[in-house]
């Protein structure tokens, strides 16, 4: 019966074997670099990219002309409309005259729109829950959401909504 052939006893045979033949040798080291160059080589460029010191203004008019030219008729029409939802919201606040920037009543609305179909509902009703009272002036607009739409959030989205809303608006 033959005995068990160790592990390390084959590895080293091997590794006997690819270190003197000439062949085997350029084989093993051929194939060693090209896995270190799939591996490195990707991880390198994101470094020199990153480290470069060169970076997208995305405010640049050229830059977002581009993306908008190649972007598919689809994702303009989205975008368009998109746009014009926002002003209509900006135009509810200022027509109502809401206590709040239009900007912080449309982050609300992007917001709350990914969870509730709110457009199903017209924009005036939506701004209209962000009259603001003297008593407790944000308190209000939660509980005006409930009333009008049924939608509650809890304190800690309240909290989370309000903070987005003020840094980004500030």
């Not at 609300?108 to 457009?119: K, N, R, T, V």
């Amino acid at each position: 019966m033959a005995e068990p052939i160790s592990m390390t006893l084959v590895v080293k045979k091997v590794a006997v074997k690819a270190l003197t033949s000439k062949k085997l040798r350029n084989v093993v080291i051929g194939t060693v670099l090209g896995v270190l160059l799939l591996l490195v080589a990707p991880i390198a460029f994101l470094f020199g990219v990153v480290e470069s010191g060169q970076s997208l203004d995305w405010d640049c008019p050229d830059l977002r002309w581009y993306v908008y030219e190649n972007m598919p008729p689809e994702g303009r029409e989205q975008i368009e409309a998109l746009g014009d939802l926002m002003e209509q919201i900006a135009y509810e606040v200022y027509a109502q005259q809401v206590g709040l920037p239009a900007l912080t009543v449309q982050i609300f609305f992007l917001g709350l729109m990914y969870e509730h179909p709110l457009l199903e509902y017209t924009i005036a009703q939506f701004v209209g829950c962000f009259v603001l009272d003297e008593e407790d002036e944000y308190a209000c607009v939660f509980v005006n959401l409930y009333a009008a739409f049924g939608i509650w959030l809890t304190e800690e989205d309240q909290e989370i909504m309000w903070e987005i809303a003020f840094s980004i608006d500030n």
